[in-house]
């Protein structure tokens, strides 16, 4: 009697990529949730210390070695985990682009992406090299992306044994699987560079009526700024195609759920019933922009739903904040916690979930409740779907309480130290003071209005300090002078320096950040504190947005003004 059982783990790696594939004998060893028949690892990426939680979490649920893995692409929050946690294989999948003692190389037509050649690529290839050596791990060529490819061009399909599960590659390297290279003819009119995010591979595991689609970082950049438009090619061909008169079951959000992927029409057109989005604290993705389209997505779709994996913490004054609210009722029952009322700090949070399951019993053909003992807690959360289960995993409460600790809020945290001598505490309160002088300004007459939205927007613990009784002036540089309190102290070599301390609320980061970063009237601060933008999120203080604009109205166009690279990077 077949008994099949098939489960997806989308791995905590803190902000990377990792999701291990199971296929079980559920007829065999009952006891322990049934005997795995074949093993895959699509990515082992992380970062901080994800590639300890990776190696942990295999080792304590006996995962590996694999049957096979899969690189999506060469950056690091996709394979900075192989070596160091260890993983151990029999064959491989990737876009190849480099040698191995025992095989030439295996070139494809479009390289392997500007910056992919870096300590963590030699890293994944010597974990390679290591299971060609020790394991005979073979690679497995996706033909149609070879240099010197000629012939028809077709999907490469992996069958998972002879358990009647495929996993099958549309795309790669830029390239359809029915040979269209729509990187390389999007390259000869905009001779742009090429990111590691192009070449992604995107795959379609599936098995009977049950579709899971996987796409890396694959890109879908609409004005070829940021990365190439390789997304809608690919929904056109398996439209028309491979997915004709078919459905997504599950749907992985590529890219972390960046803007840069994932548009309105392929989520409409693919139609899941569930969203799996591996989140990126440190790159602040998944973007607004993205909630946003989940948001109009679930308003025609009310019985998907969403779920975030890796670790979470957005504060209210976040844009993703408003936009998971949101989407509150859509997000799988258990998965994100909202905390905080009134002038509470407000958190959205995922942190109590170790890991998210999707899994599918197939009994002589007949889909089943799967058995409950595939995780050896009562506390697991199940959320039953058409065809299908998610389990979402909890947390070990002493390791949730550390993560708890350690992620704070840090997108306006500035940790320069600089000399007094270069930059006095007087001159910053002069800075201070005439921009109290300006913001007094703003919330008068006319334009008090937008003055006002503007402030809430951009400087929004001042909000309250503005509407205290006495003189606005004095009562905004008081303020200013407390959060520079806070946060900054004479440290023992007598340089000024970040105050461990800080108990700063995140309306206070934000709005201290905005005050003194950028900002024209603490001009001699940033030159001597040296401070770097690059990958800063929103400098409202910068020289177009030193004041608010009233001729523009109330309120920016989400994602409006934001510097460029929200959601992008590795």
Not at 37 to 44: G, H, P, T, V
Not at 121 to 127: D, N, V
Not at 386 to 391: A, H, L, S
Request: aromatic share 10%; glycine share 8%.
């Amino acid at each position: 009697m077949a008994d099949r059982g098939l489960e997806i783990y989308h791995l905590d790696v803190v902000g990377g990529d990792a999701t291990a594939i199971l296929v079980k004998d559920l007829a065999k060893e009952k006891e322990t949730g049934g005997e795995t028949i074949y093993s895959m690892l699509i990515d082992a990426g992380s970062e901080g210390s994800g590639s300890a939680y990776l190696k942990t979490y295999l080792k304590a649920h006996k995962m590996g070695p694999f049957d096979c893995i899969v690189a999506t692409h060469y950056h690091q929050d996709h394979i900075n985990g192989f070596q160091p946690a260890d993983i151990k294989f029999k064959s491989f999948i990737d876009i190849g682009g480099y040698a191995h003692k025992t095989g030439e190389p295996f070139k494809n037509r479009n390289g392997i992406g500007d910056g992919a050649d870096t300590a963590v690529f030699s890293s994944y290839k010597a974990q390679v090299q290591s299971q060609v050596e020790k394991n005979s791990a073979a690679r497995i060529p996706i033909p149609f992306i070879e240099k010197e490819f000629k012939g028809k061009a077709e999907p490469l399909i992996h069958k998972l044994s002879d358990t009647g599960i495929t996993l099958t590659c549309y795309c790669a390297n830029g390239i359809l699987a029915d040979g269209t290279d729509v990187l390389g003819s999007q390259k000869k009119t905009k001779q742009k560079g090429i990111s590691p995010n192009d070449v992604s591979l995107a795959m379609i595991l599936e098995w009977g009526d049950f579709r899971y689609f996987t796409g890396g970082d694959l890109s879908g950049d609409e004005l070829i700024k940021a990365y190439y438009d390789i997304e809608p090619h690919l929904l056109k061909y398996l439209d028309e195609g491979p997915l004709k008169g078919k459905k997504i079951t599950v749907f992985k959000a590529s890219h972390h759920g960046s803007e840069h992927s994932n548009k309105t029409g392929l989520l409409n057109r693919l139609s899941p019933e569930t969203i799996v989005t591996s989140c990126n604290m440190q790159k602040q993705v998944p973007s607004p922009i993205f909630l946003e389209r989940l948001n109009q997505y679930f308003t025609t779709n009310a019985t998907a739903v969403a779920v975030f994996t890796n670790t979470m913490k957005v504060f209210k004054n976040d844009d993703r904040y408003s936009k998971l609210e949101s989407i509150k009722s859509s997000i799988a029952d258990g998965n994100v916690a909202f905390s905080g009322t009134g002038n509470e700090e407000r958190i959205a949070s995922n942190l109590g979930i170790k890991c998210a399951i999707i899994r599918r019993r197939m009994r002589e053909d007949k889909y089943e409740d799967y058995p409950d003992s595939l995780v050896p807690s009562t506390k697991i959360k199940i959320i039953k779907k058409n065809g299908y289960e998610i389990v979402l995993m909890p947390r070990d409460k002493d390791e949730a309480k550390t993560i708890e600790a350690t992620v704070k809020f840090k997108s306006y945290t500035i940790s320069q130290s600089w000399d007094p001598k270069e930059c006095s505490k007087e001159d910053i309160e002069d800075g201070f003071k005439a921009l109290a002088k300006k913001m007094a300004g703003w919330i008068e007459g006319k334009n008090a209005e937008v003055g006002r939205a503007y402030i809430q927007e951009h400087y929004p613990s001042l909000i309250k300090t503005l509407d205290k009784a006495g003189d606005k002036v004095a009562n905004l540089v008081e303020e200013m002078k407390r959060m520079f309190g806070e946060s900054f102290v004479i440290k023992l070599v007598g340089w000024w320096g970040p105050k461990k301390s800080n108990q700063l609320t995140s309306d206070e980061k934000m709005t201290f950040y905005a005050i003194m970063v950028n900002n024209s009237y603490q001009d001699k601060f940033n030159r001597v504190a040296d401070i770097d933008y690059r990958g800063l999120e929103d400098t409202w203080n910068r020289s177009d947005y030193r004041e608010p604009d009233f001729s523009a109205g109330i309120k920016r166009k989400l994602g409006d003004g934001a510097p460029a690279g929200r959601g992008s990077g590795e």
